[in-house]
């Protein structure tokens, strides 16, 4: 049976791993959406230039899971636009 005391202990333990889980959680969704937009980066083909070099210039939510993304080719400057599912 624990004390009181060392349940509390244990309480702030798992409260720190919690935080450090949530910050590790976070950094992995950017990684997570730097890889996607690579990925989907990778197989855009500027109609104009033929490149696959586009930067996002921003992304409007459609409806639902839906989001639109406007990309900007990084040579000639044409301008694409994507409409993407959000994953769950
Ligand atoms: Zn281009």
């Known amino acids: 049976m624990a004390t009181d005391d ?3 202990e244990k309480q702030g333990e798992s409260l720190d ?3 450090a889980l949530r910050k590790r959680a ?3 969704k950017i990684e997570a959406r730097q890889i996607e937009e690579a ?3 990778k197989g855009l083909r500027c109609p104009k230039c033929g490149c696959g070099h586009f ?3 921003k992304t ?3 409806s639902g899971r839906r989001i ?3 990309k900007v080719c990084r040579y000639c400057g044409r301008r694409v636009r994507t409409t993407e599912r959000i994953e769950a």
Request: no cysteine; hydrophobic share 35%.
């Open 26 to 28: 976070k950094a992995l």
């Open 68 to 70: 639109r993304r406007y």
């Open 6 to 8: 060392e349940r509390v």
């Open 17 to 19: 791993r919690a935080k």
């Open 60 to 62: 409007v939510p459609v």
């Open 55 to 57: 930067e996002t210039d």
């Open 39 to 41: 990925i989907d980066n």
